[in-house]
């Protein structure tokens, strides 16, 4: 199964601070049609995930333009431009290139 | 608008079976596909395996093989997943989700699995 090792594994940001997040393939999720399947997704405490970022850098519809993904083959980024306080919680990078879907272990969001 | 709607939380008993709904309003059912993802709690998600409701096609993940059984029922826009021989490591939240890139969500059942 492909393993995504996401850093750093908790992140402490003040209101306005920019963050990056790391997420590193342990194969390559370029597939052969062409595409990336490399997702991005917030869950907040006591929620469901909610879709950020979708096959590498695409905002999917109502979500802030504050978050940027990024990246290709085997190293994505995910970037907040602001952090807000609604940001807090746990961010997973997801792939669906190559059976069975993974994700990360995940990165938690506090605010200072 | 797009909902999926989850059954209530389960306390089962070691060995026991349980099944899960997932109902769905706002969209067509039947021509769309359905996953389902495991995490226990202060852990990752994992990807347990998708339906196609148009007809009831399924793909697993290897590791839920034998422990999960996905179906549908396009009368109630309604899906299922059945978990057998279960087990203290089986007890987690269970999210339904719909088609990729997996937009909507469901809000999660919890499943306790304790004598």
């Known amino acids: 199964d492909v393993v995504l090792t996401q850093t750093p594994p908790t992140l402490s940001a003040t209101i306005g601070q920019s963050v990056s997040i790391s997420c590193r393939s342990s194969q390559s999720l370029l597939d052969s049609d062409g595409d990336t399947y490399l997702n991005w997704l917030l869950q907040r405490p006591g929620q469901s995930p909610q879709l950020l970022i979708y096959s590498v850098s695409n905002l999917e519809s109502g979500v802030p333009n504050r978050f940027s993904g990024s990246g290709s083959e085997t190293d994505f980024t995910l970037k907040i431009s602001g952090v807000e306080a609604e940001d807090l919680g746990v961010y997973y990078c997801?792939?669906?290139?190559?059976?069975?879907?993974?994700f990360g272990s995940g990165t938690k969001l506090e605010i200072k | 608008q797009v909902k999926l709607q989850q059954s209530g939380a389960e306390l089962v008993k070691p060995g026991a079976s349980v099944k899960l709904s997932c109902k769905t309003s706002?969209?067509?059912?039947?021509?769309?596909?359905m996953s389902w993802f495991k995490q226990i709690p202060g852990q990752s998600i994992e990807w347990i395996g998708m339906i196609y409701a148009g007809d009831g096609g399924t793909g697993y993940n290897q590791k839920f093989k034998g422990k999960a059984t996905l179906t549908v029922d396009t009368s109630s826009s309604t899906a299922y997943m059945d978990l057998s021989s279960l087990t203290t490591e089986d007890s987690a939240v269970y999210f339904c989700a719909r088609d990729y890139p997996f937009a909507y969500w469901g809000q999660g059942t919890l499943v306790t699995v304790s004598s």
């Open positions: 706002g969209y067509t059912f039947s021509t769309s596909y």
């Open positions: 997801m792939q669906a290139t190559h059976a069975p879907l993974t």
